[in-house]
C-alpha cells in the first residue's frame, strides 16, 4: 500500500499555469507506476495522465498531451503534474494514483487514491 498527498491546486485564469505535487508515503512508491486523474462535477473520473516505475515513460490522455507534463523524483517519494496553457474544462479536483501495471487508463486499474486537490481554471 502506498499512502499519498495531493497538492498545489488552486484557481487561476485560462492560459495560465499550475504544478501539481503528490506526496508518498510506503515501500512500493519506488517500484510502481503513478498516475493522475481528475473528475469535474457530474462526470465521471477520467484519467490524465501516468508514468513509469523509473520516470522513463509517459502517456497522456489526448485532451492534455502536449501542455501537462508528468514527472517524479524516487528519491523524494514525489510524483508532478505541471500544467499549462490551461482552460476552464481543465477544471476538476486531481487525484493521484498507484498502477497496478505500466498502460492502462482505467480507474479501476489504479488503487491507493489521494484525497484530491482542486483546480479551478477561469475564463
Known amino acids: 500500500q502506498v499512502q499519498l498527498v495531493e497538492s498545489g491546486g488552486g484557481l487561476v485564469q485560462a492560459g495560465g499555469s499550475l504544478r501539481l505535487s503528490c506526496a508518498a508515503s510506503?515501500?512500493?512508491?519506488?517500484?510502481?507506476?503513478m498516475g493522475w486523474f481528475r473528475q469535474a462535477p457530474g462526470k465521471e473520473r477520467e484519467f490524465v495522465a501516468a508514468i513509469s516505475w523509473s520516470g522513463g515513460l509517459t502517456y497522456y490522455a489526448d485532451s492534455v498531451k502536449g501542455r501537462f507534463t508528468i514527472s517524479r523524483d524516487n528519491g523524494k517519494n514525489t510524483v508532478n503534474l505541471e500544467m499549462n496553457r490551461l482552460k476552464p474544462e481543465d477544471t476538476a479536483v486531481y487525484y493521484c494514483?498507484?498502477?497496478?501495471?505500466?498502460?492502462?487508463?482505467?480507474?479501476?486499474?489504479?488503487?491507493?487514491w489521494g484525497q484530491g486537490t482542486q483546480v479551478t481554471i477561469s475564463s
Open positions: 494514483a498507484r498502477g497496478r501495471g505500466y498502460g492502462s487508463r482505467r480507474v479501476a486499474d489504479f488503487d491507493s
Open positions: 510506503g515501500r512500493t512508491f519506488s517500484t510502481s507506476t
